[in-house]
Every structure is written in C-alpha cells, then in structure tokens.
C-alpha cells in the first residue's frame, strides 16, 4: 500500500527509473513512443495498445478534452535512464490509472523491439505529494532542468537533444508546444524569461534543498 494518497486537483512528483538502473530509452524514437504514451494514455476510456510508427510524432489520433483526461500535466522530463513527472490528478485513481497504462505500454513495447523480457521499471513508480507552492516552484525548475541536474551536457555534449526530451523548452517559449498546464507556475512570474532566471538560479542550490534532495535520482 502506498503512504501517498492520490487526491483529485492536488499536485504529485511522479518519477521512476529502469531496473538496476538500466537505459529505458535507447534512442530517439522509444523517447517520442514514450511521449507517444504520455498523451494517447492520458484518458478514461482504454485505447488498447497503441500502434507503433516511428515516423509519427507527438499526433494524437483523437483530441482529448479536459473531461476525458485522467491527469493534467505540469512539467516533464525524460533521460535515457529515468523519468520525472509533475502531475495534477483530475479523477479518482487517475494518476495509478494513467501511470499503469503507460509503464505497461512502454514496457512492452521496449522488451518487443530489444527482444528481452521482465521488468523494465525499478518497482511501482515513486509518487510524493507537493504540499506547497514554494515547493512545486522548486520543483518545475528541477524537473525541467532535470538533463542539467544530472550533468547530462557534460556527459553527452551535443547529443543531449536527441537523449532527452523536457518541457523546458516549452515553458521559456522556444517550443510552441502547450502540452502542460504550465499556468499554475508561469502565471507567477511577469514573463516566461523570469521564470527562466528563477529556474536556472534554482539549480545549485536545489540539490542542498532537503525537501528535493532526497529526490534525486542518481
């Protein structure tokens, strides 16, 4: 049983990592099927098993309003070997309903084209609630920046884009792409370049933040 209780409009850090630490996404399309999943997944009704077309991107085959939606997303991030989530539940149970789907679905899809079997993911994913604004403003910064965190830049170099994939880009603007529900953080900033420069000053001391410490993956 979880200690975390899922409440409907309250917010969550959702995150999970490939068993003993294993790469889950090996190149860029398991990151985009991946993304895939996070958007077709995200409703009440089952979808079954989404067909696999690596030359489709980020297109849903329906639109989802916000009354089909199980979860609302805030900020993202997905590295080679983990994953890390800001999520608002919208339904009783969505967030375990949207999260099962999805692992499943990218793990079965992952041990099909890799032709290996067992579980991909380390356990149940992680869910810890965000119980004040101070800390889902913390937080954005270190979801978003997550690839930073963890010095993948220093590691990858100019591979980094094609390893990774955040909703940074969409929250200072570069990316015109509105998938989260990114008011929630920007509409406490005056503009998305002063969301930037709280983000990125956030970034050496928030690994020294006891709260989101115990938080980081390694």
């Known amino acids: 049983m979880r200690k ?3 409440v409907n409009e309250e917010y969550y850090h959702i995150y999970n990592r490939g068993v003993d630490k294993r790469t889950i996404f090996q190149d860029l399309n398991d ?9 077709e997944f995200n409703v009440i009704e089952s ?6 077309n ?3 991107k980020n297109k849903l085959r329906h639109r989802v309003s916000k009354d089909e939606k199980l979860v609302d997303f805030v ?9 890390h989530f800001i999520l608002q539940q919208l339904i009783d149970k969505g967030i375990e309903k949207f999260m099962h789907k999805l ?7 992952f041990n099909s084209k890799y032709k290996r079997s067992g579980a991909l993911f380390q356990g149940k994913f992680k869910a810890i609630h965000v119980d004040s604004n101070e800390y889902l403003l ?3 910064a270190y979801v978003n920046l997550n690839y930073k965190v963890h010095n993948w830049e220093q590691k990858f ?7 990774i994939r955040s909703s940074w880009e969409e929250y200072i603007g570069e990316n015109k792409e509105n998938f989260c529900k990114k008011d929630i953080i920007l509409d406490q900033f005056g503009s998305g370049l002063d969301y930037k420069k709280f983000a990125e000053d956030s970034l050496e001391s928030i690994k020294e933040n006891k709260e989101i410490k115990k938080f980081l993956l390694e």
């Open 54 to 56: 690596t030359f489709r």
């Open 31 to 39: 990151i985009d099927r991946f993304f895939q999943g996070m958007q």
């Open 4 to 6: 975390v209780k899922f």
């Open 103 to 109: 692992g499943m679905g990218h793990a079965k899809f």
């Open 157 to 163: 170099g100019n591979r980094v884009p094609k390893l």
């Open 138 to 140: 913390h937080l954005s």
């Open 75 to 83: 900020c993202y991030c997905l590295i080679p070997n983990h994953y």
């Open 47 to 52: 979808i079954g098993s989404i067909y696999v």
